[in-house]
């Protein structure tokens, strides 16, 4: 699970199969704690949502609160980059 600020999105697009499919980055702020100490972690995450969670992604705005839970996997098969596929995709309001 991942939470951030939703600050790409590509247009909602279908892949040969007619599945949709939509692509986003997400800019992640948090402390944690680290070997005792508290840490400040800062990170940018490439995303990819398929199906139900690609419309509900697509209908979002750039600026918005989102807690994405899902898995990573590479970009592509000769591609070892990581890639966050959302299984689940929560909108955080007020935030």
């Not at 509900?56 to 996997?73: D, I, S, Y």
């Amino acid at each position: 699970m991942l939470s951030g600020k939703l600050i790409e999105l590509d247009a909602l697009r279908y892949t040969p199969a007619g599945i949709p499919v939509v692509n986003f980055r997400l800019s992640h702020a948090s402390e944690q704690i680290e070997a005792g100490a508290r840490r400040a972690v800062q990170c940018e995450v490439a995303g990819l949502a398929f199906e139900r969670e690609a419309r509900l992604m697509a209908a979002a705005r750039p600026g918005m609160q989102v807690k994405v839970t899902g898995f990573l996997a590479g970009r592509s098969r000769d591609s070892k980059q990581l890639v966050l596929h959302a299984t689940n995709i929560e909108f955080v309001e007020g935030v």
